[in-house]
Structure formats: C-alpha cells, structure tokens
C-alpha cells in the first residue's frame, strides 16, 4: 500500500558528505512526519533524524551539527544531509514515515524503507 524508496547511500571517506533521500507513495493521505534510522553491526536501531509535517526536527545528539533533514511535503520526499561524515556513522540508514492513509480517519501507521548502507571508510 506505502512504499518508501530510498537512494543517495554508498562508500565515503571519513569528512565526506552523502545527501539521502527517500520518496514515499501509495496510499497516503498525508504524512505526519518523515525520518531517518539507522542500526549498526550488533547495536540497535537509532533515531537520526526526524521532521513533522509542521517543519519541527529532532536529531540525535551525535549528528547534530553535521546532518541536516529537510522535507519536500509536496512530493512526500525527505532529504538528509550528511557532512563531516565520521566512521562511526557507518550502518544501514532506513527511512521512516508515520502515514495518515485516508482523509476520516487520524489512524497514523508506520511504514519503513528497505534500509540503504552508508559506509564511511578511508
């Protein structure tokens, strides 16, 4: 019914920048707000950024300063920004979007992105 595509992950040196995005379509009604995760060999999956449809962010504290969100409500894309990119970084970054599927009802669901790598290597 929703599907999340995501593009722009790949292999960077340590200081590089990388701008994901991810476009999401289907049955939407509306999108409450769009996000980034991301999970690490043998962590958990993490908060790195997220926007509400009202333009309101949150970041993790280890990106702030270096990754920046931005939304496209018209085309029901999210942007995130990487600069300054650290090894540590490195995980599969997913893309989240709360979703309103139709206009009678405030039911919000969950939907995810298939995941994209980001590798930050020298």
């Known amino acids: 019914q929703v599907q999340l595509v995501e593009s722009g992950g790949g292999l960077v040196q340590p200081g590089g920048s990388l701008r994901l995005s991810c476009a999401a379509s289907?049955?939407?009604?509306?999108?409450?707000?769009m996000g980034w995760y991301r999970q690490a060999p043998g962590k958990e999956r993490e908060l790195v950024a997220v926007?509400?449809?009202?333009?309101?962010?949150n970041y993790a504290d280890s990106v702030k300063g270096r990754f920046t969100i931005s939304r496209d409500n018209a085309k029901n894309t999210v942007y995130l920004q990487m600069n300054s990119l650290k090894p540590e970084d490195t995980a599969v970054h997913y893309c989240?979007?709360?979703?309103?599927?139709?206009?009678?009802?405030?039911?919000?669901?969950?939907?995810w992105g298939q995941g994209t790598q980001v590798t930050v290597s020298s």
């Open positions: 989240n979007a709360r979703v309103r599927k139709i206009a009678t009802s405030t039911v919000e669901f969950n939907y």
């Open positions: 289907g049955s939407i009604f509306s999108i409450n707000a």
């Open positions: 926007i509400t449809s009202g333009g309101t962010t």
